[in-house]
T-cell receptor
């Protein structure tokens, strides 16, 4: 029962470095999401995808790029990391974008930018 | 804008009932959700309620929805130390329904004292 798997679980970067966060789901879900969670801010949607080959901007997309080349994977990229991007990143997936289809979350990636 | 409001903290004694409250903004939201986040983990869907219902019960969990006041509550009966976590309220606004987008509250941290 893997569900949604995020790698890495922890990472420390220096300002200006780049990196890619990987999200993989084995439930054949169409929809995938990237959120960031900051203290006192709840979860905010960065980007999402409604199917293989598609991506769309969420609430806070600046500084991030995403790709969905394969249905099971959703990649989140930071081209030039900034301290403001220090956060916990969560990936989620859902069967469809219908309201009664719950989103399944990964365990998060804790990212620190120095 | 859309804001889902929750109190940030709640402390109860083991065996008591916990009531976590939430107010949401979009009266057209079709589904409302409660997610649970344990330390170091992702969000886990606890329960959800369709907007044409006013109550839903699932074992120790009772969800009450007052659509007129846009108020949602989660009652946990016989609260246990294992219920200590952050609880997120989320709504599914109609504009985000086709993408499955959710609007999350900032979360209520429930502490259960033995």
């Amino acid at each position: 029962n893997a569900g949604v798997t995020q790698t890495p679980k922890f990472r420390v970067l220096k300002t200006g470095q780049s990196m890619t966060l990987l999200c993989a789901q084995d439930m054949n879900h169409e929809y995938m999401y990237w959120y960031r969670q900051d203290p006192g801010m709840g979860l905010r949607l960065i980007h999402y995808s409604v199917g293989e080959g598609t991506t769309a901007k969420g609430e806070v997309p600046d500084g991030y790029n995403v790709s969905r080349l394969k249905k099971q994977n959703f990649l989140l990229g930071l081209e030039s990391a900034a301290p403001s991007q220090t956060s916990v990143y969560f990936c989620a997936s859902s069967e469809q974008g219908i309201s009664n289809q719950p989103q399944h979350f990964g365990d998060g990636t804790r990212l620190s930018i120095l | 804008g859309e804001d889902v409001e929750q109190s940030l903290f709640l402390s109860v004694r083991e065996g008591d009932s916990s009531v976590i409250n939430c107010t949401y903004t979009d009266s057209s939201s079709t589904y409302l959700y409660w997610y649970k986040q344990e330390p170091g983990a992702g969000l886990q869907l606890l329960t959800y309620i369709f907007s044409n219902m006013d109550m839903k019960q699932d074992q120790r969990l009772t969800v009450l929805l007052n659509k007129k006041d846009k108020h949602l509550s989660l009652r946990i009966a016989d609260t246990q130390t294992g219920d200590s976590a952050i609880y997120f309220c989320a709504e599914s606004p109609p504009w985000g329904g086709s993408q499955g987008n959710l609007i999350f509250g900032k979360g209520t941290k429930l502490s259960v004292k033995p």
